[in-house]
């Protein structure tokens, strides 16, 4: 599970965890291969290396290992520390003692998005593909922010999970921590997966995350060099410009004013095989110059090869439709950047926007489906 806030690498994650009293295994942190081999006699084997980076996926991309002994620990090191997962800097490798454990399950602490309140989730099972597992796996409890977990609530989710077999005890004081550190630190995520349960009954967190509201990083100063820092090049420089600018895997660029447009664009593309990249949100505004400047941020990543091509998609309201051509006409200029470019604008304007930008020998479209369907095929 992804949001939007600051990203905590797994072992800042653990050292909230800790602080608030939710088990982590054994381990230690380095930011490089310094002091590593030096410091395997401090953990019993067999060990877990892993990847500290703030996007998912590690497990798959192979940067998630398991070492036997200390050469293959420092090899395992040595490989990590020289990998990018989905694009993003390793930011270093914990090792960690494996838990032997007779259950795993799943919890987390989000933010619901249609009801706009928190929301606890317990899964029967965790792993790599908990997004897959069956909803009668699934249970949900919408939580009020400004109050503590009820008694009966903490004993539904843990009895839930474990049936009140061993580790219930356990379970339900993890939850009741995870709250407290939700509510204390600002978080938009705080997420388990999985918790380990041993025979003997302990609850131990195998994995963690923890995302922070960036707009409450006022109220943790010790947080604040770790924003920004997984931010590529391109991206700090759009937010340097106020944009919100984020670099995906994919091929096609994506240009669009709101969040809702953006991903219904993205979501188009790949049902016509294509895959989103670098994509910028607009937002509401009018200006020339700014619509100029995210063009050219884009216009950039397509000429560089980073994208192979570019779909600007506009809706019409606050931003006029002719005040993007405009902008469009006086930024792309370039004759093989244009040829890959293709302009889907509805709203206010849009007729004298599609004759300005069919002149200069745009690719216009008004259907979002054929404006997708046509960034899928101009890719050189």
């Known amino acids: 599970m992804n949001c939007d806030g600051m990203n905590l690498l797994e072992h800042e994650a653990k050292t909230l965890f800790r602080r608030y009293r939710i088990s982590t295994p054994r381990g230690l942190f380095f930011p490089d291969m310094n002091g590593i081999a030096s ?19 590690r497990g798959k991309a192979g940067a998630i290992r398991t070492a036997l002994h200390g050469q293959e620990a420092v090899e395992a090191c040595e490989r990590i520390l020289g990998m990018h997962v989905s694009g993003r800097k390793v930011h270093g490798v914990l090792l960690e003692e494996m838990i032997d454990a007779s259950r795993e399950v799943y919890l987390a602490i989000t933010i619901d998005q249609r009801s706009r309140c928190p929301l606890l989730l317990a899964g029967c099972a965790g792993g790599m593909d908990v997004e897959n597992m069956p909803s009668h796996t699934m249970m949900r409890w919408s939580l009020d922010l400004l109050e503590p977990l009820p008694d009966e609530l903490l004993d539904q989710a843990s009895h839930f999970l474990l049936r009140g077999g061993p580790g219930t005890k356990e379970v ?21 997966n999985p918790l380990m349960i041993t025979d003997s009954g302990k609850a131990i967190a195998a994995d963690a995350k923890v995302a922070i509201d960036d ?65 910028l949100d607009l937002g509401g505004t009018d200006d020339p110059d700014r619509i100029s400047e995210a063009l050219g941020l884009l216009s950039y990543d397509l000429a560089r090869g980073r994208i192979r091509s570019l779909l600007v998609c506009i809706f019409g309201g606050i931003t006029r439709c ?43 479209h008004i259907d979002l489906d054929d404006a997708c369907l046509q960034a899928v095929k101009v890719r050189a």
């Open 39 to 57: 410091s395997l006699a401090n953990l019993k084997f067999p060990l877990m290396v892993k990847a500290q980076t703030t996007v998912g996926g």
């Open 172 to 192: 339900r004081s993890t939850i009741g921590a995870m709250w407290r550190l939700f509510r204390n630190m600002d978080c938009e995520l705080v997420e388990i």
């Open 322 to 364: 002719d005040t993007v051509a405009d902008a469009m006409m006086h930024t792309i200029t370039d004759r093989n950047v244009k040829a890959r470019t293709v302009v889907r604008l509805r709203g206010n304007n849009e007729d004298e926007a599609a004759k300005m930008l069919r002149l200069a020998n745009f690719n216009v």
């Open 215 to 279: 707009d409450a990083l006022y109220r943790h100063n010790e947080l604040l060099d770790r924003y920004g820092r997984d931010l590529t090049d391109l991206e700090r420089m759009a937010k340097d410009k106020g944009f919100n600018l984020v670099e995906l895997p994919g091929d096609i660029g994506v240009l669009a004013n709101g969040a809702g447009l953006t991903m219904a664009a993205l979501d188009t593309l790949q049902r016509y095989g294509g895959k989103g990249g670098t994509f």
